[in-house]
Protein backbone atom coordinates (compact mmCIF):
# COMPACT_ATOMS: atom_id res chain seq x y z
CA UNK A 1 0.00 0.00 0.00
CA UNK A 2 1.35 3.55 -0.81
CA UNK A 3 0.69 6.29 1.68
CA UNK A 4 -0.21 9.61 1.15
CA UNK A 5 2.91 11.69 0.31
CA UNK A 6 5.03 8.56 -0.43
CA UNK A 7 5.02 8.73 -4.15
CA UNK A 8 6.45 11.09 -7.09
CA UNK A 9 4.36 12.56 -9.10
CA UNK A 10 4.96 14.18 -12.75
CA UNK A 11 2.33 15.67 -14.69
CA UNK A 12 2.71 17.36 -18.35
CA UNK A 13 -0.10 20.06 -19.38
CA UNK A 14 -0.19 22.07 -22.40
CA UNK A 15 0.01 25.40 -23.29
CA UNK A 16 -2.46 26.67 -25.83
CA UNK A 17 -2.82 29.54 -28.52
CA UNK A 18 -5.68 31.19 -28.86
CA UNK A 19 -7.42 31.46 -32.38
CA UNK A 20 -10.17 33.78 -31.51
CA UNK A 21 -12.59 35.72 -29.08
CA UNK A 22 -9.91 36.04 -26.41
CA UNK A 23 -10.92 38.78 -24.01
CA UNK A 24 -14.74 37.69 -24.26
CA UNK A 25 -13.82 35.44 -21.29
CA UNK A 26 -13.27 37.95 -18.92
CA UNK A 27 -16.32 38.65 -15.97
CA UNK A 28 -16.81 42.15 -17.45
CA UNK A 29 -18.21 41.42 -20.29
CA UNK A 30 -20.06 38.16 -19.99
CA UNK A 31 -21.51 38.80 -16.75
CA UNK A 32 -23.15 41.60 -18.02
CA UNK A 33 -23.82 41.53 -21.79
CA UNK A 34 -23.64 38.50 -23.76
CA UNK A 35 -21.68 34.89 -23.20
CA UNK A 36 -18.46 34.48 -24.18
CA UNK A 37 -17.21 32.70 -27.08
CA UNK A 38 -13.23 31.92 -27.73
CA UNK A 39 -12.06 28.92 -29.90
CA UNK A 40 -8.57 28.22 -29.11
CA UNK A 41 -6.28 24.92 -29.50
CA UNK A 42 -3.34 23.20 -26.81
CA UNK A 43 -0.31 22.40 -28.40
CA UNK A 44 2.58 20.39 -27.89
CA UNK A 45 4.85 22.63 -25.49
CA UNK A 46 4.53 21.94 -22.08
CA UNK A 47 5.22 22.69 -18.34
CA UNK A 48 5.82 19.60 -16.11
CA UNK A 49 5.39 19.23 -12.31
CA UNK A 50 6.86 17.21 -10.30
CA UNK A 51 5.55 16.34 -6.47
CA UNK A 52 8.19 14.50 -4.27
CA UNK A 53 8.40 14.29 -0.44
CA UNK A 54 10.63 16.10 1.38
CA UNK A 55 13.24 14.67 3.53
CA UNK A 56 11.90 16.75 6.75
CA UNK A 57 9.24 18.55 7.10
CA UNK A 58 9.97 21.77 4.92
CA UNK A 59 8.67 22.88 1.63
CA UNK A 60 11.37 23.21 -1.02
CA UNK A 61 9.85 24.81 -4.58
CA UNK A 62 11.64 24.76 -7.81
CA UNK A 63 10.52 27.69 -10.75
CA UNK A 64 12.66 30.01 -11.99
CA UNK A 65 13.99 30.42 -8.71
CA UNK A 66 14.23 28.26 -5.09
CA UNK A 67 12.36 28.29 -2.50
CA UNK A 68 12.92 26.65 0.94
CA UNK A 69 10.57 27.41 3.93
CA UNK A 70 9.12 25.79 6.77
CA UNK A 71 5.21 26.89 6.61
CA UNK A 72 2.81 27.50 3.67
CA UNK A 73 1.98 31.10 4.41
CA UNK A 74 6.07 31.70 3.83
CA UNK A 75 6.33 30.39 0.08
CA UNK A 76 6.44 33.62 -1.75
CA UNK A 77 5.04 32.38 -5.26
CA UNK A 78 1.15 33.10 -4.98
CA UNK A 79 -0.18 30.10 -7.07
CA UNK A 80 2.32 27.40 -5.05
CA UNK A 81 0.92 29.14 -1.95
CA UNK A 82 -3.21 29.14 -1.90
CA UNK A 83 -3.00 25.68 -4.11
CA UNK A 84 -1.55 24.17 -0.97
CA UNK A 85 -3.84 25.60 1.02
CA UNK A 86 -6.75 24.46 -0.88
CA UNK A 87 -5.54 21.03 -0.85
CA UNK A 88 -4.58 21.66 2.99
CA UNK A 89 -0.69 20.32 2.39
CA UNK A 90 1.49 21.75 4.88
CA UNK A 91 4.83 20.61 4.41
CA UNK A 92 7.02 17.84 4.03
CA UNK A 93 6.85 18.18 0.02
CA UNK A 94 9.49 19.31 -3.10
CA UNK A 95 8.24 21.03 -6.02
CA UNK A 96 9.97 21.46 -9.13
CA UNK A 97 8.47 23.07 -12.73
CA UNK A 98 10.19 22.65 -15.82
CA UNK A 99 9.11 24.74 -18.75
CA UNK A 100 9.22 24.37 -22.72
CA UNK A 101 8.69 27.70 -23.05
CA UNK A 102 9.91 30.69 -21.53
CA UNK A 103 7.53 30.67 -18.12
CA UNK A 104 5.43 34.15 -18.37
CA UNK A 105 4.75 37.20 -20.86
CA UNK A 106 4.42 35.11 -23.47
CA UNK A 107 0.62 34.76 -24.26
CA UNK A 108 0.77 30.93 -24.13
CA UNK A 109 -0.92 30.70 -20.88
CA UNK A 110 2.11 29.73 -18.59
CA UNK A 111 1.22 30.42 -15.60
CA UNK A 112 -2.71 29.34 -15.88
CA UNK A 113 -1.06 25.81 -17.29
CA UNK A 114 1.49 25.79 -14.16
CA UNK A 115 -1.56 26.03 -11.82
CA UNK A 116 -3.53 23.43 -13.33
CA UNK A 117 -0.46 21.09 -13.78
CA UNK A 118 0.53 21.67 -10.05
CA UNK A 119 -3.18 21.19 -8.60
CA UNK A 120 -3.06 17.87 -10.54
CA UNK A 121 0.12 16.81 -9.31
CA UNK A 122 -0.86 17.83 -6.08
CA UNK A 123 -4.17 15.73 -6.14
CA UNK A 124 -2.44 12.76 -7.23
CA UNK A 125 0.13 12.78 -4.85
CA UNK A 126 -2.65 12.48 -2.11
CA UNK A 127 -4.19 9.71 -4.09
CA UNK A 128 -7.27 11.72 -5.68
CA UNK A 129 -8.58 11.60 -8.98
CA UNK A 130 -9.68 15.09 -10.35
CA UNK A 131 -11.91 15.85 -13.63
CA UNK A 132 -10.58 18.63 -16.13
CA UNK A 133 -13.65 20.10 -15.30
CA UNK A 134 -12.42 20.55 -11.60
CA UNK A 135 -9.33 20.88 -12.68
CA UNK A 136 -9.97 24.38 -14.32
CA UNK A 137 -12.90 25.26 -11.28
CA UNK A 138 -9.97 25.34 -8.55
CA UNK A 139 -7.31 27.05 -11.13
CA UNK A 140 -9.99 29.52 -11.71
CA UNK A 141 -10.59 29.79 -7.90
CA UNK A 142 -7.15 30.60 -7.09
CA UNK A 143 -6.37 33.25 -9.55
CA UNK A 144 -9.67 35.49 -10.10
CA UNK A 145 -11.09 34.45 -6.65
CA UNK A 146 -8.39 34.15 -4.05
CA UNK A 147 -5.24 36.18 -5.74
CA UNK A 148 -7.80 38.70 -7.71
CA UNK A 149 -5.51 38.63 -10.68
CA UNK A 150 -7.22 40.07 -13.66
CA UNK A 151 -7.87 38.04 -16.86
CA UNK A 152 -10.08 35.36 -18.33
CA UNK A 153 -10.60 31.77 -17.72
CA UNK A 154 -9.58 30.28 -20.91
CA UNK A 155 -6.57 29.49 -20.03
CA UNK A 156 -7.62 27.35 -17.47
CA UNK A 157 -10.13 25.16 -19.25
CA UNK A 158 -7.60 24.56 -21.70
CA UNK A 159 -4.80 23.53 -19.98
CA UNK A 160 -7.31 21.31 -17.99
CA UNK A 161 -9.18 19.59 -21.25
CA UNK A 162 -6.86 20.38 -24.51
CA UNK A 163 -7.31 19.76 -27.89
CA UNK A 164 -9.40 22.24 -30.21
CA UNK A 165 -12.48 23.48 -28.39
CA UNK A 166 -15.21 26.37 -28.48
CA UNK A 167 -15.25 27.44 -25.22
CA UNK A 168 -18.58 29.28 -23.75
CA UNK A 169 -18.36 31.29 -20.63
CA UNK A 170 -22.08 32.02 -19.67
CA UNK A 171 -23.51 34.69 -17.18
CA UNK A 172 -24.41 32.40 -14.39
CA UNK A 173 -20.26 31.52 -14.19
CA UNK A 174 -21.01 28.09 -15.80
CA UNK A 175 -18.38 27.07 -18.89
CA UNK A 176 -19.38 25.30 -21.39
CA UNK A 177 -16.84 23.35 -23.56
CA UNK A 178 -17.35 22.06 -27.02
CA UNK A 179 -14.50 20.10 -29.04
CA UNK A 180 -14.25 20.83 -32.33
CA UNK A 181 -14.42 17.63 -34.48
CA UNK A 182 -13.12 17.93 -38.56
CA UNK A 183 -11.69 15.43 -40.06
CA UNK A 184 -8.07 14.51 -38.68
CA UNK A 185 -6.03 15.79 -42.38
CA UNK A 186 -8.30 19.01 -42.14
CA UNK A 187 -6.24 19.89 -38.74
CA UNK A 188 -3.21 18.81 -40.49
CA UNK A 189 -3.78 21.20 -43.43
CA UNK A 190 -4.46 23.62 -40.94
CA UNK A 191 -1.32 23.37 -39.04
CA UNK A 192 0.83 23.41 -42.09
CA UNK A 193 -0.56 26.79 -42.25
CA UNK A 194 0.07 28.33 -39.21
CA UNK A 195 3.40 29.86 -38.00
CA UNK A 196 4.57 30.45 -34.39
CA UNK A 197 6.54 33.12 -34.51
CA UNK A 198 8.71 34.35 -31.17
CA UNK A 199 8.80 37.86 -30.92
CA UNK A 200 11.86 37.96 -28.14
CA UNK A 201 9.26 40.11 -26.15
CA UNK A 202 8.02 39.02 -23.10
CA UNK A 203 5.46 41.63 -21.34
CA UNK A 204 2.60 41.86 -17.76
CA UNK A 205 -0.70 40.53 -18.82
CA UNK A 206 -1.92 41.61 -15.67
CA UNK A 207 -1.17 45.39 -16.91
CA UNK A 208 -3.04 44.59 -20.45
CA UNK A 209 -6.23 43.19 -18.70
CA UNK A 210 -6.63 45.83 -16.20
CA UNK A 211 -6.03 48.18 -18.95
CA UNK A 212 -9.00 46.67 -20.80
CA UNK A 213 -11.31 45.41 -17.99
CA UNK A 214 -11.73 49.20 -17.20
CA UNK A 215 -12.19 49.84 -21.25
CA UNK A 216 -14.71 47.11 -21.98
CA UNK A 217 -17.91 49.04 -20.98
CA UNK A 218 -16.69 51.33 -24.11
CA UNK A 219 -16.28 48.54 -26.34
CA UNK A 220 -18.81 46.33 -26.40
CA UNK A 221 -19.23 46.39 -30.13
CA UNK A 222 -15.60 45.23 -30.94
CA UNK A 223 -16.39 42.44 -27.73
CA UNK A 224 -19.68 41.31 -29.82
CA UNK A 225 -17.77 41.20 -32.72
CA UNK A 226 -14.84 39.05 -31.37
CA UNK A 227 -17.78 36.51 -29.75
CA UNK A 228 -19.66 36.17 -33.13
CA UNK A 229 -16.15 35.71 -34.90
CA UNK A 230 -15.71 32.63 -32.65
CA UNK A 231 -18.73 31.22 -33.48
CA UNK A 232 -18.31 31.88 -37.02
CA UNK A 233 -14.59 29.71 -37.14
CA UNK A 234 -16.58 27.46 -35.03
CA UNK A 235 -19.28 26.24 -37.36
CA UNK A 236 -16.40 26.88 -40.39
CA UNK A 237 -13.53 24.23 -38.68
CA UNK A 238 -16.36 21.70 -38.49
CA UNK A 239 -17.59 21.81 -41.56
CA UNK A 240 -14.05 21.76 -43.04
CA UNK A 241 -13.76 25.04 -44.64
CA UNK A 242 -10.83 25.68 -42.27
CA UNK A 243 -9.07 27.79 -45.03
CA UNK A 244 -11.23 30.97 -43.88
CA UNK A 245 -8.99 30.69 -41.17
CA UNK A 246 -6.72 33.36 -41.53
CA UNK A 247 -9.19 35.99 -42.73
CA UNK A 248 -10.79 35.64 -39.61
CA UNK A 249 -7.96 35.82 -37.21
CA UNK A 250 -7.14 39.23 -39.07
CA UNK A 251 -11.05 40.26 -38.85
CA UNK A 252 -10.44 39.42 -35.06
CA UNK A 253 -6.83 41.00 -34.17
CA UNK A 254 -7.72 44.52 -36.08
CA UNK A 255 -10.59 43.99 -33.28
CA UNK A 256 -8.78 43.48 -30.73
CA UNK A 257 -6.28 45.94 -31.07
CA UNK A 258 -9.09 48.53 -30.69
CA UNK A 259 -9.75 47.41 -27.06
CA UNK A 260 -6.71 49.22 -24.74
CA UNK A 261 -3.40 50.42 -25.32
CA UNK A 262 -0.86 48.03 -25.62
CA UNK A 263 -1.81 45.11 -26.87
CA UNK A 264 0.14 46.14 -30.38
CA UNK A 265 2.91 48.91 -31.08
CA UNK A 266 3.92 50.40 -34.19
CA UNK A 267 7.34 47.41 -34.33
CA UNK A 268 4.14 44.60 -34.57
CA UNK A 269 2.15 46.28 -36.91
CA UNK A 270 4.91 46.36 -38.95
CA UNK A 271 6.04 42.77 -39.06
CA UNK A 272 2.30 42.11 -39.43
CA UNK A 273 1.94 44.28 -42.36
CA UNK A 274 5.27 42.89 -43.39
CA UNK A 275 3.96 39.50 -43.47
CA UNK A 276 0.94 40.51 -44.90
CA UNK A 277 2.29 41.70 -48.26
CA UNK A 278 4.29 38.30 -48.52
CA UNK A 279 1.12 36.24 -48.65
CA UNK A 280 0.20 35.90 -45.16
CA UNK A 281 -3.93 35.95 -44.75
CA UNK A 282 -4.40 36.83 -41.10
CA UNK A 283 -2.55 36.30 -37.48
CA UNK A 284 -2.82 38.10 -34.42
CA UNK A 285 -0.28 37.82 -30.99
CA UNK A 286 -1.31 35.02 -29.20
CA UNK A 287 -2.78 35.93 -25.62
CA UNK A 288 -3.49 39.55 -24.15
CA UNK A 289 -0.77 40.75 -26.51
CA UNK A 290 1.87 43.46 -26.30
CA UNK A 291 4.64 41.00 -27.23
CA UNK A 292 5.45 37.28 -26.99
CA UNK A 293 4.15 35.06 -29.45
CA UNK A 294 3.13 36.22 -33.04
CA UNK A 295 0.64 33.46 -34.96
CA UNK A 296 0.10 33.99 -38.51
CA UNK A 297 -1.60 32.34 -40.95
CA UNK A 298 -0.21 31.65 -44.59
CA UNK A 299 0.29 29.02 -47.49
CA UNK A 300 3.03 26.76 -46.58
CA UNK A 301 4.66 28.00 -49.49
CA UNK A 302 4.92 31.63 -48.49
CA UNK A 303 6.21 31.04 -44.88
CA UNK A 304 10.27 30.85 -46.22
CA UNK A 305 9.79 34.53 -47.70
CA UNK A 306 7.90 35.49 -44.54
CA UNK A 307 10.60 33.74 -42.23
CA UNK A 308 13.51 35.43 -44.29
CA UNK A 309 11.44 39.02 -44.09
CA UNK A 310 11.26 38.77 -40.37
CA UNK A 311 15.07 37.66 -39.07
CA UNK A 312 14.32 38.81 -35.59
CA UNK A 313 11.59 36.07 -35.21
CA UNK A 314 12.16 33.01 -34.25
CA UNK A 315 9.89 30.32 -35.33
CA UNK A 316 8.82 27.10 -32.88
CA UNK A 317 7.37 24.24 -34.45
CA UNK A 318 4.32 22.91 -32.54
CA UNK A 319 1.84 20.33 -33.25
CA UNK A 320 -1.76 20.40 -31.47
CA UNK A 321 -2.11 18.27 -28.47
CA UNK A 322 -5.68 16.27 -27.82
CA UNK A 323 -4.70 15.87 -24.22
CA UNK A 324 -5.43 17.90 -21.23
CA UNK A 325 -3.41 18.29 -17.73
CA UNK A 326 -2.39 14.30 -17.19
CA UNK A 327 -0.23 12.50 -14.59
CA UNK A 328 2.92 10.85 -17.17
CA UNK A 329 4.57 9.20 -13.87
CA UNK A 330 3.77 7.53 -10.80
CA UNK A 331 6.92 6.36 -9.12
CA UNK A 332 6.81 4.15 -5.54
Do not use: C
Not at 38 to 61: E, G, L, Q, T
Amino acid sequence: MILYGERMIMTKTPLRITFVGGGTDMPGYYRKYNNGAVVSAAINKYIHIVVNKKFDNHIRVSYSRTEIVDSVDKINHPSVREALKLLEIDGGIEIVSISDIPSGGTGLGSSSTFLVGLLNALHAWKGEFVSPKELAEEAVHIERGILKEPGGKQDQYMAAYGGIKLMEFNKDDSVVITPIVAKENHYGLLRKHLMLLYTGTQRSSASIHTKQITSINSHITAYNSMRDISYRLFDSLRSGKWLVTGRLLDENWQLKKTLSEGISDSSIDKMYKKAIKLGAEGGKLVGAGGGGFLLMFASPDKHAAIKKALPKLREEPFEFEAEGSRVVYVGE
